[in-house]
C-alpha cells in the first residue's frame, strides 16, 4: 500500500496551484517564511510517511 504517494498525488497539485503563484517572494523574510511554510511542511510530512514506510513500498507519488 502507498499510502504517501497516494497523498502526494492528491495534495500537491492543490499546493502547487494556492502557492506556486509566490514567485520571489515579498521582500519580507518573515512574510515569506510564514506564507511558505504550509509547503515545507507537506513536502517534509510527506518524505518523513515514506520513508517510514520504505519497507511497504511508499514512495512520494509520481
Known sequence: ???SGSLATATWPIVETMYGSLGAGTGSSLIDT???S?????GALLQLMAGAGADVGSTLGA
Open 1 to 3: 500500500m502507498d499510502l
Open 34 to 36: 510564514v506564507l511558505r
Open 38 to 42: 504550509p509547503v515545507v511542511l507537506t
